[in-house]
């Protein structure tokens, strides 16, 4: 862990700085509007930066923290090897550093990390996209369809560590059709590396999808499925299956956003993973609290999560597979949006 001790009462009001990674997603404004509550009503100041997806922004925001005096950072990173430098000059100055949903890797100093189960998350995308393919029933068993079934592959982020774990988790649900010969990827792309969305653009998403309409799918072939593991991903493969004339293939998706909470009531995005940020927001600031007034913060894995370096102690919440048949209890009812923002989709 990060050098430095506090007694309790020690840092009372202190300054946290909250780093961010981008605006473009309502995920991360949600987050950050989240932590920044939950840590005021406990008392703290607190410094809230976005990095609009650039990391050198990222790098200077955390500097500019430190030097403000920040006791402790809570930081989603844009790349997780590439804060090095700025967490070894906060370890130097005492301060806390909490990685928030995606793992700092590479270096010593992070004390804790408070996150989903993305492996789970994956699982949960592969299970989905099988179900409403009416390959699996409603509690998971196989129903007997022999396809074969038309799909296709999107990865996240290659620099989010969260996009391995979301990509291992859909495959170990998804490969053994394709091995059976019940599913079909007919662009071959079947690799990581072939079907990763650099910072999880919406448009680069909607550009990949053009390109494999037009080489593999030009001819009338079906496309039945689209394996997306981030709702902006999502909405980017449905522009273009809309252009090209395509009846809505089953898409995945995750985050629960508000414009594809609307396409899920309106039965055109199939599914998406509901990760309650409020829950995340409060214990990342209940790890801060303890942190700095010389407590050790609760977690529920030690194990799993080395980023090259240590493993680092986590706290896991679990998610939600969120179709048109729950999204208003589990959205709407829980208070998390509005029953107008998710008709709207805004």
Known sequence: MASGSAAPGDNKGALVGVAMPTKTSERWIDDGNNIQ??????????DLQYANDKVPDQQQQ????INKGAKALIIASIDGTALTQQL????????????????????????????????KVGVQQGTSLLVGLGLLDADGKETGKTGPLNIEYFGGSPDDNNAQYFWQGAMSV???????????VVSGQTEFSQC????????TAQARMETI???????????????????????????ATKAAGIPNPIVTGQD????????????????????????LGDTAAQMVDAVLNGRTPETNDT?????????VPAYLHQSVIITKDNLVKEIVDSGYYTKEEVEKGQ
């Open 213 to 239: 309409l037009n080489g593999f799918y030009a001819q009338g072939t079906k496309l039945d499925g689209v394996l997306s593991p981030y709702d902006g991903l999502s909405r980017g493969v449905l522009n």
């Open 174 to 184: 998804i490969k053994p059709f394709v091995d059976k010969g019940v599913l079909k």
């Open 37 to 46: 509550a939950k840590l005021e009503a406990l008392g703290y100041k607190v």
């Open 256 to 279: 629960a956003e508000k414009p594809s909470d609307k396409l899920i009531l309106d039965g055109v995005q199939y599914s998406t993973i509901f990760k309650d940020t409020r829950k």
């Open 88 to 119: 070894a000059s906060a370890a130097q100055s005492g301060v806390k550093i909490i990685a928030y949903d995606r793992l700092i890797n590479g270096t010593p100093n992070v004390d804790y990390y408070v996150t989903f189960d993305n492996q």
């Open 303 to 311: 194990t799993t999560y080395n980023n090259k370096v240590k493993v």
């Open 196 to 203: 990763a969305i650099q910072q999880w653009k919406q448009e």
């Open 62 to 65: 955390l500097e500019s923290m």
